[in-house]
Each structure stands twice: as C-alpha cells, then as structure tokens.
Nanobody
C-alpha cells in the first residue's frame, strides 16, 4: 500500500534554505501527481506545491511562489521541495502526498518539522 516517508526538515534562520525529500513506495509513482502540504500549530493543513506525473506541470501556493521549487525523480520514486528565503511563517510540519484516489482514506506520512527562527 501507499507509503510516504518525509525527511530533511530542521531548524534554520530566516533567509536560509532547506531541501525536503519524500520517498514513496507501494504504488506506481511515475503515474501520479504529487504534492507537498504543511500544517502549522493551531492551523489547518494547507497545500504548498504540486507536480504532475512527469514534471511538466507545477503549481504553488501564493505564499511560497518564487521561493519554493518542487521536483521529482521518477527513477528513484522521490519528490523534493527546495525551500529558499525561508520566513518564520514557513514554520510547520511538512507532508508529501499522492492523489486521493489511490491513497488510503486519511493517510498521511509522519511529516518532517521545519522551524524558521533566529
């Protein structure tokens, strides 16, 4: 079944960079849209970025446009999120996920914590 393992989070100063990775298994990765989401304390989980099955289409939340870049490697079944010019408001747990039609209802990985603070 679908399994997603996020990594790469940490503590970074404002203006810094981090690169998150998500390793996927249990489904034919190259066939499906992949997305990154985040959830800050006390807030709803929100969409951050998405990428089509072969990378030809990408979309971003307005709050991260121009700072974050999503990419994927279908040979390695991974999706990444390069985060530059980080701001304190980017602090959250970051999750990747695939299309709702193939993932178990309510499934999310463990996420990776990103903290932006001086």
């Amino acid at each position: 079944q679908v399994q997603l393992v996020e990594s790469g989070g940490g503590l970074v100063q404002p203006g810094g960079s981090l690169r998150l990775s998500c390793a996927a298994s249990g489904f034919t990765f190259s066939r499906y849209f992949m997305s990154w989401y985040r959830q800050a304390p006390g807030k709803e989980r929100e969409f951050v970025a998405g990428i089509s099955s072969h990378g030809g289409f990408r979309n971003y939340a307005d709050s991260v446009k121009g700072r974050f870049t999503i990419s994927r490697d279908n040979a390695k079944n991974t999706v990444s999120l390069q985060m530059n010019s980080l701001k304190p408001e980017d602090t959250a747990v970051y999750y990747c996920n695939t299309e709702e039609r193939i993932r178990p209802p309510g499934y999310w990985g463990q996420g990776t914590q990103v903290t932006v603070s001086s």
